[in-house]
């Protein structure tokens, strides 16, 4: 009984989750059009094409499950989204851009590590390992990818310090202590 609750709650789930993997897919391209920097391009350029054999990965899911796979309207990813094409809309390119797609490619990220990590749990809990396998597979990716974000921020802070070490110069004529100096 309380196996078949269980996988009634994992299909309730890949549901969520299917829904806001579609929307990703649609709302990448927006980003990567936005994003000036071009290892963020490429980070968000590859992670598209990791999304969409996300999907398909799911649609296996289900398959296995044997549930039609239908999505159900997340609307915790649709608010995610919202906000980040709000950014796209207000902000002109360049790194303050860059930084604030990061921070919303990430908040993306860990809403998916979550969703995936309580699917996993409960598709192992229920003892079906071939579903558990798959899920596993897409939340290490989305960790993989919110680290790489991650590193990319800091390549763009690190970009801007030195940007701002070269303008304190040019009025000071003082060099300053840079990295050190500047972090909080
Ligand atoms: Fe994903």
Redesign the pocket.
């Known amino acids: 009984m309380q196996q078949e609750t269980l996988e009634g709650l994992l299909v309730e789930c890949l549901r969520d ?1 299917y829904d ?2 579609k929307q ?1 897919v649609k709302a990448l391209p927006k980003m990567i059009k936005g994003a000036s920097n071009a290892d963020l391009k490429a980070g968000l350029s590859n ?1 598209l094409e ?2 969409k054999e ?1 999907v398909s990965r799911l649609e296996q899911a289900f398959e296995i499950l044997g549930e039609p796979a239908k999505s159900k309207p997340c609307k915790g990813m649709r608010g995610l989204l919202d906000e980040g094409s709000e950014l796209l809309s207000e902000e002109e390119p360049g790194v303050m851009l860059d930084l604030s797609i990061i921070g919303a490619a990430q908040k ?2 860990h809403y ?1 590590i979550s969703a ?1 990590g309580t699917a996993r749990t409960i598709a192992e809990k229920v003892g079906n390992q071939k579903v558990a396998k798959l899920l596993r597979k ?1 939340e290490d ?2 960790k993989a ?1 919110d680290s790489k974000l991650t590193d990319v921020a800091f390549e763009l802070y690190g970009a801007e310090e030195a940007a701002a070490d070269d303008e304190m110069e040019n009025k000071t004529g003082r060099k300053t202590a840079g990295l050190v100096n500047s972090r909080r």
């Open positions: 989750i806001a993997e990703i992670h990791e999304t996300q993306v990220e998916e995936y897409t990716e989305e990818a």
